[in-house]
């Protein structure tokens, strides 16, 4: 049997991203995040998004395009500590914010993908956090109800990919992107170097090409990249 090829132009994968859309964007910091297809969702415009990402980044980087743009309606996100545009663009009432501590954003994620409707959790209770969720009692101790996230699309940052979308990731680009990567309905994978069929030794394979829809080649590293290296 063959695989399919599921290489794919950016600028076609993205094109089918719709407005309004629920758009997970992979990683920690900045190892992970997939600058490009960042930078042409900006191109394309796409608007009222709900993004759905461990971090804002920092002013004039990542998802802050996306912010600074007026493209995102609601950020899920752990902290915004870095990026002052994230920060004025929620106090002003631009964008809507929701937190979540950083390891309920990922059980959440993973929950999604695994298919679950919820997690449950004492982490948040009485706090912020809290406000609006359900709160049930089990084996005497009071437990938050968390929902499961899934996305529309997600936006992942690879290392290698095979044309079928077997992916590897480097340190802590792992963090977030091979979750989001299985819940999503749709994952979109910018990999910085296409290895043929086979060329991903099974053993190394960190998200299978099952979960993945498109890999589209990055035809140049952006300047951006260039702050993990340094």
Do not use: W
């Not at 960042?38 to 009222?48: A, C, F, M, S, T």
């Not at 004025?88 to 959440?108: D, H, K, P, T, Y």
């Amino acid at each position: 049997m063959s695989l399919p090829d599921k290489t794919t132009p950016m600028e076609e994968a993205v094109a089918a991203i719709s407005d309004g859309a629920v758009v997970m964007v992979g990683g920690f910091g900045v190892p992970g995040t997939p600058f490009t297809l960042i930078h042409e969702l900006v191109r394309q415009g796409k608007r009222d998004l709900t993004v759905i990402k461990n971090d804002a980044n920092e002013a004039g980087m990542g998802i802050d395009h996306l912010i600074s743009a007026g493209l995102v309606r609601k950020l899920v996100v752990t902290h915004l500590g870095l990026n002052a545009n994230a920060i004025s663009a929620m106090n002003e009432g631009r964008m809507e914010v929701e937190f979540c501590a950083q390891g309920i954003l990922a059980e959440r994620i993973r929950a999604g993908g695994a298919g679950l409707q919820a997690i449950l959790t004492d982490i948040g209770l009485d706090t912020e956090l809290a406000a609006g969720k359900q709160v049930i009692e089990m084996d005497g101790k009071r437990l938050l109800v968390e929902p499961a996230i899934r996305a529309d699309v997600a936006l992942i940052h690879a290392d290698q990919a095979d044309p079928f979308g077997n992916l590897t990731y480097l340190a802590t680009a792992r963090n977030f992107n091979p979750i989001m990567a299985m819940a999503a309905d749709r994952v979109i994978v910018e990999p910085e170097q296409i290895v043929p069929l086979g060329g991903i030794d099974p053993n190394a394979v960190e998200t299978p090409g099952v979960f993945v829809d498109q890999v589209c080649p990055l035809v140049s590293i952006g300047e951006e990249y260039g702050v993990v290296r340094r």
